[in-house]
């Protein structure tokens, strides 16, 4: 896109950086990683080279408390795990399963909620070690199941998000056991 192509994936994933201890101003870049990454490949790339995921990932983590960086910042990890295994691996890495399961538990609106639900989906589908480290920080794989059925996200989301935790060789090598 032309906005990648005047180098704001870049530009965003420093704002990130440079701000790393001011949650309003990572919330917006968050969102703007967000909106950048969602349905462009290119940009998605751009930014995981940048270091969004690093980023986006030590933002939720460091201000999972904050009134709007946590939805911004869920939605900011959906967008760069979309089609995306490297993406995904380099979120999980990075410790975006242990925030968006500190979401997860704070969340009390639909808004965050959903974006949390989403989150857990994106970085569970196709990656047993995010499956993995969700659930072991939400305690146990119960624990996280239990975290997605109560929350205020609607009941497709919440189903979508169990499919992904459940899915694949996940629950076999939880267990223990393997394929």
Not at 63 to 81: D, G, I, N, Q, T
Not at 95 to 123: D, K, Q
Not at 154 to 160: G, I
């Amino acid at each position: 896109t032309k906005l990648s192509m005047a180098g704001a994936c870049e530009a965003v994933v420093a704002v990130l950086r440079d701000n790393r201890g001011n949650p309003d101003t990572a919330a917006h870049a968050c969102w703007a990683v967000h909106y950048l990454a969602d349905g462009h490949p290119s940009n998605r790339a751009q930014l995981a080279t940048a270091g969004a995921c690093r980023e986006v990932a030590q933002a939720l983590s460091q201000h999972s408390r904050h009134e709007k960086l946590p939805e911004r910042a869920c939605w900011a990890v959906v967008s760069l795990a979309t089609d995306s295994e490297d993406n995904r691996r380099s979120l999980g890495n990075a410790g975006a399963c242990g925030g968006v399961v500190a979401a997860l538990r704070t969340s009390s609106t639909e808004p965050l909620a959903s974006s949390a639900c989403a989150a857990v989906e994106y970085l569970a589908t196709s990656s047993r070690d995010n499956a993995k480290k969700l659930a072991r920080a939400a305690g146990s794989h119960d624990a996280l199941l239990m975290l997605v059925r109560q929350c205020h996200a609607p009941e497709e989301w919440k189903h979508d998000a169990e499919v992904a935790i459940m899915g694949g060789d996940f629950l076999p090598a939880f267990l223990g056991g393997s394929r």
